[in-house]
């Protein structure tokens, strides 16, 4: 008992000194945000004035209404597309074992490997040529195409775990392929949706690469795009750009803690419980 005991602890405080080992960096800024403008803070010193109005000055400055639209818009754009689809393509290749399903699984695996930064150039020429560079869509369509692959690893992961038992029973009892997607085998799969959901949302969110090559205008980007553009304006005030950091991730670091147990569900599930 005492080394159970022991170990439980142990476990403990080496699991605090990695929570404190993470917020670190959040910790800095957040500091460093309360500087006064124009200064250059160091480590995690606490001013003697905390200056609360720099969040106020770089949301103003950033016009970051506008931009979190747009990151909203983006979102929407991309993750209902990509989910459903991840859903029913993970569905196919998990539960119906269609014909050529282990080469298509196979092909999705090799888009894993595959690096923004390596198809950044023929797909500027691509988007171009559909007519849709410096719009949203230029984010949308290609991030829809680029979390495929694993968003359908996701859900095959999931639904290869179901037991086959469910859909020949509802087979038996008359139910279509596509009621069976809907009716049987979606309700079960709530937990692998919504992290599905939450980290194609936070991927979408931070994307900076595609964001500042194919759109211009800081308006029509994501949040961490549009960073680039405030940065270029206001890098060397750190407090003001420390605090406009901190305002694009705020909104991620509460749909996290909203939907954590879900995620967690998810990571852990590995039966279907009855």
Known sequence: MRATRGSRYGGTVILMLLTAWTLLPFASLFTAA?????????????????????????????NMATIFKSSALIVLGVVPVTVLIAAMAGFALGQLRVRGGKLAFGLLLLGLTLPFEGIIVPLYYEVEHLGFLDTRWAIILPLIGLFMPFGVFWMRAHFVNVPS???????????????QFWGVHIPLARPALVS??????????????L???????????????????????????????????????????LIYAVFQRQFLAALLQGAVKG
């Open 34 to 62: 309360l500087h006064p403008s124009g200064t250059y803070p160091s480590g995690l010193s606490w001013p003697s004035h905390p200056q609360w109005g720099n969040f106020v000055q770089a949301f103003n400055v950033a």
């Open 211 to 253: 964001a500042v090559v194919l759109v211009n205008n800081p308006a029509d980007r994501t949040m961490a795009g549009a960073l680039g553009a405030f940065q270029g304006d206001w890098g060397t005030n750190v407090p003001l750009l420390s605090a406009g950091s901190l305002l694009i991730l705020a909104p991620m670091i």
């Open 196 to 209: 599905l959901a939450i980290l194609t949302t936070v991927w979408t969110w931070n994307q900076f690469l």
């Open 165 to 179: 038992e469910l859909t020949e029973a509802a087979s038996i009892d008359g139910a279509s392929t596509w009621q």
